[in-house]
């Protein structure tokens, strides 16, 4: 563990030589203007060339010297970017507090200043003593806050200890002693952390990370001269160090995980097989559960206790692990919390602004559900808008309501319209389609009862759009495709989601942020989707319309799935093939065919809103 600590140490030794040849380079013109000053007394360097050369290096000294203040203030009070956590007092989680330092004790190392939660599948430290993260926690003798370490005759000028943040769903997920195991190598962390090379060497290299940003922010344009120097130092020191950087931290990493092996190691086998279910089971969930609440402004309040009830249907599926029902009976790890649910709520808040964006708190287009009305107050809402934009855009394109005069409402929406019109052969054109024949301008927003209009537009397509439209069954497919996008696209832009500024934390001004608002979502999970993925959604969001208004199918969550329906009480998992097989390749047989298994009549009108 030494030979890792000293080599780290090395290695911050080099990073810390990059800044002091920056400081010597930034010194020579001063000291070559002293050396020719000094000449004056002692009459050497006299004549006129000396006096020029005298009056230049001076003024090239005054100008390096005020640039390498101006740098070095900018690195001095940029503030280093903070990840966006959950705080956790100790009040709030004392069992927690107590499972860390008494990890910390059987390591030998100082306990972390704090604890926060992050909605992501990881832990690390984390150092908060820049001056812009507000003042650090006190560390006065005789009295315990947080985590301060274990021996009570500390200084008061002891160099405070990062702050231990953990993924959130290990919490909700992990047993007791699974947590403690995977933290074991974390917190092992904290020893090189309290060296003084090594946390100078971070300094440096977060300041000068932070200065980058700041300096490449949009500015004035002689303003924007001056911060784009001050920008190209940086990138310059930071490429001097960058390597030596990552030898440092992978070398912290080697002692930390070697100073933890005495601590739970076959434990640890097993957590770490945990850590990797509980990634699997949290990226389903976000994607296939949160995601379409998001976007329809609902945010799930309870994403911790989903990703347990979506690990354990995952895990009776495919019989991952055996003894399973034994496992679930110990204690979880979030019995460490005194409010489970209030923090579950909090990171589940803070997992729909990092990967979504989103407002702070609540408000009439964004409010939390609980999974018990997950289905009715988002699978419901999500399939009946999808069906009446499908029809939206039929109507534009000028597709008739009524399939045959045999419909019982020629002027309701009906699965069959939408059937016939993407099996239907289209007519023969004079000349082969292009992109610049699909309709351009669709209107704002007709109504659902509208029939026999006549086509709109679409907006001109780019030279992406090719792309998107692959893979459709025909030219009625992608034109249709499309005008879901651009109806899509219209109702996105024309409804910006609204941010009110979050609570101020502990230390922080009212309104200030522990992180760049603007750039929210930081981490955006959802991907582009395509005019195909677009149309195999709202085909099947009629579909799931027109089961529920004619035998009386359900709306249901599946965990691992997201939106799902129930005919009959059993899931509908065969929907899916059968509609990508219209979409795709034009064949409405096999959909047609379930339809009829299934007892569903497509020629009734379904209820849009």
Not at 124 to 145: K, N
Request: aromatic residues 4%; contains cysteine; negative net charge.
């Amino acid at each position: 563990m030494e030979i890792g600590v000293q080599a780290a140490r090395s290695r911050a030794l080099a990073v810390l030589r990059v800044r002091s040849r920056a400081l010597a380079v930034a010194l020579l013109p001063a000291a070559f203007a002293v050396i020719l000053l000094a000449g004056l007394p002692t009459g050497h360097l006299l004549g006129p060339g000396w006096d020029v050369a005298r009056w230049a290096v001076g003024a090239v000294a005054v100008v390096v010297l005020l640039a390498a203040a101006g740098v070095g203030l900018v690195v001095a009070r940029a503030r280093p970017a903070v990840t966006p956590t959950v705080p956790i007092a100790e009040e709030s989680a004392p069992d927690l507090y107590r499972l860390v330092r008494d990890l910390a004790d059987r390591l030998d190392v100082p306990a972390p200043s704090a604890i926060a939660l992050t909605p992501d599948c990881d832990s690390w430290l984390e150092d908060r003593t820049h001056p812009a993260h507000g003042p650090p926690p006190r560390e006065d003798r005789d009295e315990p806050d947080g985590l301060r370490g274990r021996s009570p005759a500390r200084s008061r000028r002891a160099p405070v200890a990062p702050v231990l943040v953990i993924g959130s769903p290990f919490l909700w997920w992990m047993r007791v002693g699974e947590l403690r195991a995977v933290l074991a190598p974390v917190v092992a962390g904290t020893a090189p952390s309290a060296h003084p090379d090594i946390a100078a060497a971070r300094r440096f290299v977060r300041g000068l990370d932070a200065a980058v940003a700041v300096a490449s922010a949009p500015r004035r344009p002689l303003t924007g001269a001056v911060c784009a120097a001050v920008a190209w130092v940086a990138r310059l020191l930071l490429r001097g160090c960058c390597a030596d950087a990552a030898a440092m931290e992978r070398a912290v990493a080697a002692a930390a995980a070697e100073r933890a092996q005495a601590v739970d190691y076959g434990l640890r086998i097993v957590a770490q097989e945990q850590v990797g279910l509980a990634y699997a089971g949290w990226d389903r969930l976000l994607t296939r559960v949160a995601l379409p609440a998001w976007r329809m402004g609902r945010w799930p309040s309870r994403l911790d206790a989903g990703v347990v009830a979506a690990l354990t249907e995952l895990s009776r599926r495919d019989r991952l692990a055996e003894g399973f029902t034994s496992r679930l009976g110990e204690r979880p790890a979030c019995d460490l919390l005194e409010e489970p649910g209030a923090v579950d709520e909090a990171t589940s808040l803070l997992a729909a602004r990092l990967f979504h964006g989103g407002p702070a708190g609540q408000g009439p287009h964004w409010s939390p559900v609980d999974w018990q009305e997950y289905p009715e107050e988002v699978v419901d809402r999500k399939w009946r808008p999808a069906a009446a934009r499908l029809h939206r855009v039929l109507d534009t394109l000028g597709v008739r309501r009524s399939p045959g005069r045999a419909a019982p409402d020629p002027h309701g929406p009906t699965l069959a319209r939408v059937l016939d019109h993407l099996s239907a052969p289209p007519p023969p054109p004079e000349r082969p389609p292009s992109p610049q024949d699909l309709p351009r301008n669709l209107p704002q927003g007709p109504s659902p009862e509208r029939s026999g209009t006549e086509p709109g537009d679409l907006p001109p397509q780019e030279d992406g759009d090719d792309d998107d439209l692959a893979g459709l069954g025909n030219e009625r497919c992608a034109a249709l495709a499309a005008g879901l996008s651009a109806e899509l696209a219209r109702e996105e832009a024309a409804a910006p989601p609204a941010r009110t500024p979050p609570a101020a934390g502990p230390g922080q001004a009212p309104g200030a942020l522990p992180w760049d608002e603007g750039a929210l979502p930081l981490l955006p999970i959802q991907p582009p989707r395509t005019g195909r993925d677009l149309l195999a959604e709202h085909v099947t969001a009629m579909v799931c319309c027109a089961a529920m208004d004619t035998i009386g199918a359900a709306p249901a969550l599946d965990w691992l799935d997201g939106p799902a329906l129930l005919i009959n009480g059993e899931r509908a998992a065969d929907l899916a093939p059968r509609v990508r097989a219209l979409v795709e390749d034009g064949d409405p047989v096999p959909l047609r065919t379930w339809l009829v298994d299934s007892g569903i009549r497509p020629e009734k009108p379904v209820r849009l809103v």
